[in-house]
């Protein structure tokens, strides 16, 4: 079945980087898309970033474009999200999930970033 | 940005009774709307994609219907398990999410 397992998440300063990771199993890691989608506490769901399957394309939401970088390793079935100069607003669950037919179809549990001083 | 209006905000039902909401776009996204359940702690679960298309094992009870800015999903007959959080996501510009709509028991 497919598994997706988020790690790398934690309590961090503003101004401060990070790097998440998405291990992938169950499926052909290297013939999907991936995203990255995030929660703030309490709020609704906001789409972060996505890459293609074979790593040619990138896209980012405004709010994180120059700060944030999606890539994976179709080698290792990873995805990673590397976040510098984070802000309190980036302060989420940070999920990654499977694109199918322009949706993301499986989801992992998620990984918390709390950025606070 | 194409900004999604779910309602109600809350919804508060019995088990077996039929749930109806929904979901506004500021511009049309033509059929290209999908539906996400998330309970709490849990990772959101697509239900419903391309307005009207059940995910895999999705039950037949969920069903979602709606062309260009309106959209509607409904719940035929409420499970216990049905009670949750649902959005709606267009995927015509970007992606974005509605606010959600929280299905509560009455």
């Known amino acids: 079945q497919v598994q997706l397992v988020e790690s790398g998440g934690g309590v961090v300063q503003p101004g401060r980087s990070l790097r998440l990771s998405c291990a992938a199993s169950?499926?052909?890691?290297?013939?999907?898309?991936m995203h990255w989608v995030r929660q703030a506490p309490g709020k609704g769901l906001e789409w972060v970033a996505l890459i293609w399957y074979d790593g040619s394309n990138r896209y980012y939401a405004d709010s994180v474009k120059g700060r944030f970088t999606i890539s994976r390793d179709n080698s290792k079935n990873t995805l990673y999200l590397q976040m510098i100069s984070l802000r309190a607003e980036d302060t989420a669950v940070y999920y990654c999930?499977?694109?199918?037919?322009?949706?993301?179809?499986?989801w992992g549990q998620g990984t918390l970033v709390t950025v606070s001083s | 940005e194409i900004v999604l209006t779910q309602s109600p905000a809350t919804l508060s039902l019995s088990p077996g009774e039929r749930a109806t909401l929904s979901c506004r776009a500021s511009q049309s996204v033509s059929g290209y709307l999908a539906w996400y359940q998330q309970k709490p702690g849990q990772a959101p679960r697509l239900l419903i994609y391309?307005?009207?298309n059940r995910a895999t094992g999705i039950p037949a009870r969920f069903s979602g219907s709606g062309s260009g800015t309106d959209f509607t999903l409904t719940i035929s007959s409420l499970e216990p398990e049905d009670f949750a959080v649902y959005y709606c996501q267009q995927r015509s510009n970007w992606w974005t999410f509605g606010q959600g709509t929280k299905v509560e028991i009455k």
């Open positions: 391309d307005a009207s």
């Open positions: 169950g499926f052909t890691f290297s013939s999907y898309g």
């Open positions: 999930a499977r694109e199918r037919d322009y949706v993301q179809d499986y």
